[in-house]
Nanobody, 122 residues
Framework: QVQLVESGGELVQVGGSLRLSCAAS????????MGWYRQAPGKQRELVAL???????NYAASVKDRFTISRDNDRNTVYLSTNNLVAEDTAVYYC????????????????WGQGTQVTVSS
């Protein structure tokens, strides 16, 4: 099995910054894309940012120029640095990873973390 464990979510004021972390562990042969999604109350889960195994990032338009995604492939960890936070960034942030668990099994499966709450207060 594969587990994703997020950390770093907390209450922060408008204009503040946070750094979220997510570490993958378990039976892992290879990880392709890693990233972050978020879900605000009453809304659907939405993509925040993804990063390929080679380090190429993709961002939602609403966070581009404010958030930075990075990863440490040796530690199977993905990070999300958030700056200039606004109230609309308030949500539960979920870590995502596309994982291949065995060299003999070519399938890539999606795994999710349990979520970490980010609350931006004015």
């Amino acid at each position: 099995q594969v587990q994703l464990v997020e950390s770093g979510g907390e209450l922060v004021q408008v204009g503040g910054s946070l750094r979220l972390s997510c570490a993958a562990s378990g039976t892992i042969f290879s990880i392709r894309a890693m990233g972050w999604y978020r879900q605000a109350p009453g809304k659907q889960r939405e993509l925040v940012a993804l990063i390929s195994s080679g380090g190429t990032p993709n961002y939602a338009a609403s966070v581009k120029d404010r958030f930075t995604i990075s990863r440490d492939n040796d530690r199977n960890t993905v990070y999300l640095s958030t700056n200039n936070l606004v109230a609309e960034d308030t949500a539960v942030y979920y870590c995502y990873a596309a994982v291949r668990i065995s060299s003999s099994n070519p399938a890539w499966d999606a795994y999710w973390g349990q979520g970490t709450q980010v609350t931006v207060s004015s």
